[in-house]
């Protein structure tokens, strides 16, 4: 991908101002908009957007709501945005303004509906796109489409702001570094379920992440449990002596072979560990995560809980 030229830019919004029959007072207007010399990828989809807003009152609308920060939990929809009746030129490029105002109002899922599908072309800000669609993907944890979206973008490294290509090195590395189900993947995790909860989300999307959390708990401690029974079960045996070995000497003897056998639970579920483990379990797990995250953890033993009762 390369970023088209400013002066690229300013003629095709002139021509699609010409397109939509744009009266004296609105060329007036776009030549103030057009006046500065700012070739800046953001500063080019700025001006472009403010030229939509001279001829369309929609676009208008929505170069207001992106000029300041949200005032409700709810984003407006905008599903003209997505009309193929719309000229494309308008809709692609105001589709990354108002993308790119959701990504800064960590509303990161309604971001991707108007970000996901547009590719470097359809835009004047490739850079901007690539960046913003990485920061979404990055928030949701979502490691094959940010990482594959992160590498477009430093492909066209030296063509990008510098801050994005610095800012997009460290999410690769970051996002490179996820395994499913570890504690920090549960932690990522609970960290979105915390902030969808403080944008008053509580729908199945927000209880299918839970669903999620719970089940990767499971198996952790799983793996835990697994540990702790193979620690607890395991040491050598050996011939017992009332003396020590003399230096020098090899020790020989002869045994059935028998050992004393050692109740170690049922492996079937968490309940198998003795109660002393399993705290220890659930404390090794616990200091691992912000306190607010002890509800999820609570509600994943109630759950456990009352599938144990079930016959």
């Known amino acids: 991908w390369t970023p088209p030229a400013a002066v690229e830019v300013e003629a095709r919004a002139l021509e699609w ?5 744009a009266d004296d007072a609105m060329r007036s207007r776009f030549a103030e908009i057009w006046a500065e010399d700012l070739p800046a990828e953001t500063t ?21 709501l992106c000029a300041g920060p949200r005032d409700a939990l709810i984003a407006p929809s905008m599903p003209w945005l997505m009309d193929s009746s719309v000229d494309p030129f308008e809709a692609h490029n105001l589709r990354l ?10 509303m990161y899922d309604e971001s991707l509906v108007y970000l996901a599908s547009l590719e470097p072309k359809d835009v004047v800000a490739p850079a901007t796109l690539l960046f913003f669609q990485g920061v979404a993907y990055h928030a949701l944890v979502e490691k094959e489409q940010g990482l594959a979206v992160l590498r477009r973008l430093l492909d066209g490294a030296e063509q990008s702001p510098r801050r994005y290509a610095a800012v997009a090195r460290l999410m690769q590395e970051d996002l490179d570094g996820v395994e499913p189900d570890t504690l920090d993947h549960i932690a990522r995790r609970m960290d979105d379920i915390h902030r969808r909860l403080d944008l008053g989300r509580a729908g199945p999307k927000v209880r299918g992440i839970e669903d999620g959390v719970i089940d990767s708990l499971d198996k952790l401690i799983k793996r835990l449990e697994d540990q702790q029974q193979q620690q607890s079960g395991g040491g050598g045996g050996g011939i017992q002596s009332g003396a020590p070995a003399s230096d020098s000497q ?13 109740d170690i639970g049922d492996k079937s579920g968490w309940g198998s560990l003795p109660p002393k483990q399993r705290e220890e379990a659930l404390q090794q797990i616990g200091r691992d ?3 607010h995250y002890r509800e999820v953890i609570e509600e994943y033993f109630r759950r456990k809980a009352a599938t144990e009762k079930q016959p």
């Open 17 to 21: 101002l010409n397109a939509h029959k």
């Open 289 to 291: 995560f912000p306190a």
């Open 44 to 64: 080019l989809l700025q001006k472009l957007a403010s030229t939509f807003a001279l001829v369309d009152p929609r676009a208008a609308e929505l170069v207001a």
């Open 250 to 262: 090899i020790v020989g003897g002869k045994g059935p072979g028998n050992v004393d056998r050692k």
């Open 97 to 106: 303004l108002y993308g790119r105002w959701l990504v800064h109002e960590a």
